[in-house]
C-alpha cells in the first residue's frame, strides 16, 4: 500500500546523479529536512528546471526506503504575490 502525502516546503540544495543503469534522478533537500526523490520514470524531466532552489513548492510525495525520504509523485509551483508590482 503506498502512501502518499503533500509536503509545501522549500527546495534548499538540488542534486543531479545518475544511476548504475546511466539514467539520471534528483536529490532534492527540502528546508524542513526532508529528502524527495526525483525519477524521470515518475515525472518527465522537461519539468525538472521547474524544481529550483529557493522555490516554495507543494509536493505529493510516497514514501520512500530511507526514513525522512520521498518520491516524488508530482509537484506544484507556489504561485505568490511576492515580487509583483
Do not use: Y
Amino acid at each position: 500500500m503506498n502512501n502518499t502525502q503533500n509536503i509545501k516546503s522549500k527546495i534548499i540544495n538540488k542534486k543531479e546523479r545518475t544511476d548504475k543503469n546511466g539514467n539520471q534522478f534528483l536529490i532534492l533537500e527540502l528546508d524542513d529536512g526532508t529528502t524527495v526523490f526525483v525519477f524521470s520514470s515518475m515525472i518527465n524531466e522537461n519539468r525538472w528546471d521547474w524544481l529550483e532552489e529557493g522555490k516554495e513548492i507543494n509536493f505529493t510525495v510516497e514514501e520512500g526506503k530511507k526514513q525522512n525520504s520521498f518520491v516524488l509523485k508530482d509537484f506544484e509551483i507556489e504561485t505568490g504575490t511576492a515580487g509583483t508590482k
